[in-house]
């Protein structure tokens, strides 16, 4: 038995069946040669032909039957020939078979009963979305830290905040350690965050390693390292809006230019945390209004907040005299909280507070730049803006139980420090199961002009709820709304831009030291 290949087009035009004359030369001739008798393999072909594909070549088979079997020994190389040139011409077809298959995706979806498919946040799904970013660390190198939390909640799209956290060499001996904690509060996009993220450090410590005590024996004053501290930020700083000038004024290529100039077009609060565990000793530098606090158990066993920080915004009086002392004759800079309508007056980036006016013209014209103060503001005299950091020193007491929070203002938008730092010590307490399980409240319909009526978006104490095991994550939840769920999950089922006007983004991060027993 004999399977030969043989090719026929079906022409739509003429609705004529055309066997491809190649093939059936090749066919006749193999007829020929083999002896085939003629009427079988016809009709045997026509019936292959019968039933024939619109608009396409398909290939049939051809059953030949012969009264004698046919040895594959005694085939001529010119029957291999005619095999082979079969082949040859059957290969195109099996190419466009498969070639041209239509792989556009089939829309075949039902038609939805309703707008929206998905419900609001669960229980489960808030407990998620507020986890999804956390982290937790046991130290055992470090002495004097035993571990510490993190999390972080987006509301912008990307989030503006960043963090860093981990060990670090000691700038003044290799073989010490010391711990880093970070969190930058970026606004105006994230890119300032970002940079500071991979540089603050690397400043800081460059700073630090000049304040390197004469001998080993000796140890660098707190004033010291606080000054070195405060040049790492500012160097930082102006090395960012020196490079966008330089930038602006290059060869490079203007796509490379605009990368390049975003760090200064944005802006980011920098609050940065390092142990010495040598001194036990916290410094903690702010620019901006995220903010670090220290709770420390007192002897009545209540917990005390103390502040490692200030808040450095257009509300804060010092900052207010400071910012008029610098710019005489300027009365409205500082108004209603901001200064020339920023809430911080101490930041990274943000150029249009501290270029000239000129310069802002001429970035905003040749590279897309912010629009200028002006005329909104009475610009005259900047920067108005600085990054130059409050630095505080403490001594942590191992004799008495502590931890440090730090947090972008999205969380004490919502949480005081003293309300932040008994949220925390709530947590560290052995929890029974009544504590645990507050009963949730049963509010009447909920909504968010209920904002303004009956309802408190801020953090009340009735709807504290401890469920979870990292102590960051605790502090998010009970920002938001704790274990009154409608409102929790309200704020979470907003997503940006929308999202961003009930809740910022959220970045936190709590320490907790060592107590001797």
Known sequence: MLDLPLFHVYSKESRDLTTLTTAGAIFKQLQNSLALPSSKPQATMLSCLARPRLGRVTTSIVRAHSKRPISTKNLSSKWKFYIATASLISAPGVWWLTATRDEVPRLESPPAEHL?????????????????????????????????????LASNSPCEDRFIHGQISSPWNKDDQWMSWAVFDGHSGWQTADLLTKQLLPFVRRRLSEAKPASNDELVPNEAVQR?????????????????????????????????????????????????????????????????????????GKWEAIPLSVDQTGSNEEEVIRISKEHPGEENIAKGGRVLGVTVSRAFGDSLWKWSLDFQKEMKQKFNGPSPLTPRYDVRTPPYLTAEPVVTSTKIDPNKPSFLIMATDGLWDCVSSKQGVDLVGNWLEP?????????????REFDFGRFWTDVNWKFEEERTTIQDDNAAVHLVRNSLGGNHHELIAGRLAFGPPFSRRIRDDVTVQVVFFITEE
Do not use: W
Request: aromatic share 6%; glycine share 6%; net charge neutral.
């Open 116 to 152: 929206v498919p998905e419900p609001g946040p669960s229980k489960e799904d808030v407990t998620h979305m507020i986890s999804k970013e956390a982290y937790s660390f046991q130290v055992r190198n470090i002495t004097g830290v035993k571990r510490y939390d993190g999390a972080q």
């Open 228 to 300: 070195a501290i405060m040049k790492g930020f500012v160097d930082l700083d102006d090395s960012i809006l020196k490079t966008a000038l330089d930038t602006s004024r290059s060869k490079e290529a203007f796509q490379d230019k605009v990368k390049k100039l975003a760090p200064a077009y944005a802006g980011s609060c920098a609050l940065l945390s390092l142990y010495d565990p040598i001194t036990s000793t916290l410094h903690v530098a702010c620019t901006g209004d995220s903010r670090a606090v220290l709770g420390q158990k007192g002897p009545d």
């Open 431 to 443: 929890q029974t199961a009544e504590k645990k399980s507050k009963p949730e409240p049963t509010d």
